[in-house]
């Protein structure tokens, strides 16, 4: 079965940076686009940044742009999210999600990750 | 981007009426890359319908999705007990993605 497996997350200092990982299985990792959503605390869902299957095609979230950097790893089925310059309201539950396959634009994130708390505080 | 608008913010019903929640876009979603899901505390979102009304796998015929351009809505016939959670609407045709704030279905 299909399974998104989060880690990462911490308390990093303003200003600061971690890296997220997401680890996947259960289908052709390199078939589908990934994405990251992130919930800040007794908030609602904000995506953040996605990535094609063969790394070609990346879109960022204005919010985080410049900051943070998505990448992936097809061999090893890993989808990371470097984040930089992080500020207090970055803290949230960052998400990872299965995207759509290349042959098929209608089916979004049917499938996330349990989540990953980043806490940004000094 | 495309701001997305849900409506009731909060919606307060019994178990067995119906509910409506309304999702409003800026501009034209395309091609109906709307999408809903739901949440439970302490859980990941779960996918409801994409393509404005082609439901998701495993979600039961009482929810049901519809309209297409710039109004959407999510409709469940009669409310079971496992319904009570927050909704959102999601469009995913044109980056950046977005979603909606949100309707939190209470409890009466």
């Known amino acids: 079965q299909v399974l998104l497996v989060e880690s990462g997350g911490g308390l990093v200092k303003p200003g600061g940076s971690l890296r997220l990982s997401c680890a996947a299985s259960g289908f052709t990792f390199n078939d589908y686009y990934m994405s990251w959503i992130r919930q800040a605390p007794g908030k609602g869902l904000e995506w953040l940044s996605n990535i094609s299957g063969g790394d070609t095609t990346i879109d960022y979230a204005d919010s985080v742009m410049g900051r943070f950097t998505i990448s992936r790893d097809n061999a090893k089925n890993l989808l990371y999210l470097q984040m930089n310059s992080l500020r207090p309201e970055d803290t949230a539950v960052y998400y990872c999600?299965?995207?759509?396959?290349?042959?098929?634009?209608?089916?979004?994130?049917?499938?996330w990750g349990q989540g990953t708390v980043v806490t940004v505080s000094s | 981007e495309i701001v997305l608008t849900q409506s009731p913010g909060t919606l307060s019903l019994s178990p067995g009426e119906r509910a409506t929640l309304s999702c409003r876009a800026s501009?034209?979603?395309?091609?109906?890359?709307l999408a809903w899901y739901q949440q439970k505390p302490g859980q990941a979102p779960r996918l409801l319908f994409y393509?404005?009304?082609s439901r998701a796998t495993g979600i039961p015929d009482r929810f049901s999705g519809s309209g297409s351009g710039t109004d959407f809505a999510l409709t469940i016939s009669r409310l079971e007990p496992e319904d009570f959670a927050v909704y959102y609407c999601?469009?995913?045709?044109?980056?950046?993605?977005?979603f909606g704030q949100g309707t939190n279905l209470e409890i009466k």
């Open positions: 999600a299965r995207d759509r396959p290349w042959w098929d634009l209608l089916t979004p994130f049917e499938y």
């Open positions: 501009q034209t979603v395309s091609t109906n890359y």
């Open positions: 393509g404005a009304s």
């Open positions: 999601q469009q995913y045709g044109r980056s950046p993605y977005t």
